[in-house]
């Protein structure tokens, strides 16, 4: 069930909204200030704020703002202000979508569907461009590396194939010799492959565990550390 914080201090449209939302599976959290909204979040998760624009004790853009620096949260502004520079000024902020009120239920569900599925592909990308376990840290998409702690110096041909193996986990001489090489016009044989892999190995031999097994007549397993 999804998460969504609702920060508006109109009672009544609180009340339908937490209504509403909930009918349709969701789980609301519903706060009437931006105070109340920000002690929420720094002591739970939400998948999606609903955000007003004008609050209390505050400037709901600048609210958009600061949880944009800290936090993955989808943000959907409702509010009164409809002008274009106020539309503008809520994207620059950060937020996924701007809806003016006043608004259709069936709309604003609909807007909450495609942010979320936003912010889910997001969170897929960064799960899938990270390898950890308890020694080693694979940043693929910043090209970093560290084991026990230390900075690990891999080129980017060896980021390419650790990147293909931690995804495929057994893969083929042939794949790495598509994947890796191919894509870059070279032309090599295996015995590249075997060169590389074994240049590896070595750089993972500090962790005092076998990455890298041969599995013979096929290619190479990424054996993490499951084993």
């Known amino acids: 069930m999804k998460r969504i914080l609702l920060i508006e201090d109109d009672k009544d449209l609180n009340k339908g909204l937490v209504y509403d939302l909930e009918m349709h599976d969701y789980r609301v959290y519903p706060a009437f200030s931006l105070s109340e909204g920000m002690l929420y979040l720094e002591e739970n998760k939400v998948d999606l704020i609903l955000l007003d624009g004008n609050l209390p004790d505050g400037d709901g853009f600048d609210f958009c703002r600061q949880v944009k620096k ?23 902020c950060g937020a996924d979508d701007y809806i003016t ?17 936003k912010t889910g592909r997001q969170e897929q990308r960064r799960e899938n461009s990270v390898y950890r376990d308890d020694v080693l840290l694979i940043d693929f998409e910043n090209l970093q590396a560290r084991l026990n ?21 057994t ?6 010799l598509e994947k890796i090489w191919d894509t ?25 565990h076998e990455y890298i097994k041969t599995v013979y007549g096929m290619g190479y397993q990424w054996r993490g550390m499951e084993i």
């Open 171 to 176: 893969v083929t001489k042939q794949l790495l």
């Open 149 to 169: 702690g230390r900075e690990l110096l891999l080129t980017p041909t060896e980021f390419r194939i650790l990147r293909l193996m931690t995804v495929n986990r």
């Open 70 to 92: 800290e936090k993955e949260t989808a943000v959907i502004f409702l509010t009164a202000r409809d002008m274009e520079q106020d539309e503008l000024q809520g994207f620059d």
């Open 101 to 117: 009120k006043p608004f259709h239920m069936p709309i604003l569900r609909r807007r909450i569907e495609a942010a979320l599925r």
């Open 184 to 208: 870059s016009g070279s032309f090599v044989d295996e015995h590249t492959v075997a060169v590389n892999i074994n240049r590896l190995r070595k750089k993972l031999e500090g962790s005092g």
